[in-house]
């Protein structure tokens, strides 16, 4: 059985409408779990999120919004990413009050927007794929064409920002095919 970590986006929950999506779409012989973290400080989310992929023994992670902009930061595990928030001070600072608390926690967001692009190598293509609601309220398909200059796999689902149902299917349609590209990856790191 494959184990799936849904990682959610910015005020989201760990039991909401995302996971309930994936949960309804997830095909036979996956399980899947879901944690809360403290969006409030990019590093320690990190950490919480690797410490719950170490503990659990975690085969593939998928984040939503801002959970998929940490998501990306995780490397060496198999991803999906759904709406990325590509650029959190921009998104973020147009959903919520730009007080000192805000300000505090954008902070922790900015190394990785660095970091993110000077770790994608060969391996991290291979890992990541991404998936664009074609009606995103939030972002639009803006980060389509950035996203894509680092990571060779992405599709564009029936979906706004927030997982449709259908949405939510589509993301499990070739789910086959990228264990496949996995698994070659896995064979060619043995070599």
């Known amino acids: 059985m494959k184990r799936v970590l849904y990682v959610h986006g910015f005020r989201g929950s760990a039991y909401g ?5 994936v949960l309804n779409a997830l095909p036979e012989g996956y399980k ?19 410490n719950f992929i170490d503990e659990f023994k975690i085969d593939l992670v998928i984040g939503s919004s801002l959970g998929g902009f940490i998501t990306l930061t995780l490397n060496g595990i198999p991803r999906f990413v759904i709406n990325p928030c590509w650029d959190p001070p921009v998104e973020l600072c147009k959903l919520v009050e730009q007080d000192a608390a805000f300000m505090k926690m954008i902070k922790t967001y900015m190394p990785y927007e660095i970091w993110i692009a000077k770790s994608v190598n060969y391996q991290e293509k291979m890992l990541v794929k991404g998936f664009f609601g074609k009606y995103d309220e939030l972002f639009g398909t803006k980060y389509v064409e950035e996203f894509s200059g680092y990571y060779s796999s992405y599709e564009m689902i029936d979906s706004g920002h927030h997982l449709s149902e259908e949405g939510a299917k589509q993301i499990f349609k070739n789910i086959d095919d990228y264990w496949e590209r996995v698994r070659i990856l896995k064979n060619m790191q043995k070599d």
């Open 32 to 50: 899947l779990f879901s944690i809360d973290y403290d969006e409030a400080d990019c590093s320690h989310a990190r950490e919480q999120i690797l």
């Open 17 to 21: 409408r995302g996971y309930k999506r």
